[in-house]
């Protein structure tokens, strides 16, 4: 048996105590957002991780910016789980961290998944709230509230931080579902037997967050036209409606927020209820096209 020098003992261990961590950025015309989301990496308490930024042939300099911030890109399409499984074929870091284009990342985000990962986790659940300096109005802070009942759900929720060998061995994200494709992915862990937990102390700050009732619609709408639901239910069942049923678990467990802010309870029902609408709309113009 070849000896392990003490070089290669201190880079073993090096390796071991902090591992690379691969961030996967999949973009589409996101000139407006990617520099402060790829700063915001750049600013994590724990350095050592590569950036990869996975385009979905943006026409707007996204590339360019996200080159000039030394992040290595990529061009892949059609959508963002042929995106992120191409990002993580390219990647050589241990652990992999999605964050969407829109997105900034609190400064020791990375640092507490992998002290969790460190304890026995394999894939961590992230928060995704709304961005403070984002667009602030009813509905906006809606969702807010609805994040804040989200935070100890095991149901609605989905990894965003997890072990690239995992994320391979399971066959990554489902190209076919471009909605709800991250829930897909959750429930494979979870019947795989992923040891999964929840990062409640940092979060990922959302600055493209829907602020009026017709961008969730159109937002939906394109959803529903992708045929996703379909297909999500087919592999899911019963258990899949519940994820993306407008009554949701947690909402019953956190009531207690109907009496505290029952204009936002009462705003989030209202919400999913269009959201739900604006889907099937879109189901029923793909049936007819």
Request: aromatic fraction near 10%.
């Amino acid at each position: 048996m070849a000896k392990i020098n003490n070089r290669e003992r201190v880079s073993s261990s090096l390796s071991q105590n902090q591992p690379l961590v691969s961030v996967l950025i999949p973009t589409y015309n996101s000139v407006f957002t990617i520099a402060a989301c790829i700063n915001s990496v750049k600013a994590q308490t724990y350095q050592n991780v590569e950036i990869i930024v996975i385009d979905n042939h943006s026409t707007d300099g996204t590339r360019a910016v996200a080159e000039s911030l030394g992040a290595k890109t990529l061009i892949k399409g059609p959508e963002r789980s042929a995106q992120m499984n191409y990002g993580a074929q390219c990647a050589s870091g241990i652990y992999l961290l999605r964050v969407d284009s829109d997105m900034i990342l609190d400064t020791d985000l990375i640092q507490k998944c992998l002290s969790l990962c460190f304890d026995g986790a394999q894939a961590v659940i992230i928060p995704v709230l709304p961005h403070l300096h984002g667009p602030q109005n009813f509905w906006v802070s809606c969702r807010m509230l609805e994040q804040k009942m989200l935070i100890d759900d095991m149901v609605n929720v989905a990894p965003r931080f997890i072990f690239k060998q995992i994320f391979l061995a399971v066959n990554g994200y489902d190209e076919r579902i471009v909605a709800w494709e991250d829930y897909d992915l959750h429930n494979r862990l979870i019947s795989s037997g992923v040891q999964t937990v929840s990062l409640k102390t940092s979060a990922l700050w959302h600055l493209g967050e829907a602020s009026s009732l017709s961008e969730i619609v159109r937002r939906m709408v394109k959803y529903g036209k992708t045929g996703s639901l379909g297909l999500f239910t087919k592999k899911h069942g019963s258990s899949g409606l519940k994820q993306i049923s407008i009554f949701r678990p947690s909402f019953f467990r956190h009531k207690g927020y109907f009496f505290v802010d029952p204009s936002h309870f009462i705003g989030i029902l209202l919400m999913k209820g269009v959201q739900s609408c604006s889907f099937v709309f879109g189901i029923l113009i793909k049936k007819f096209d």
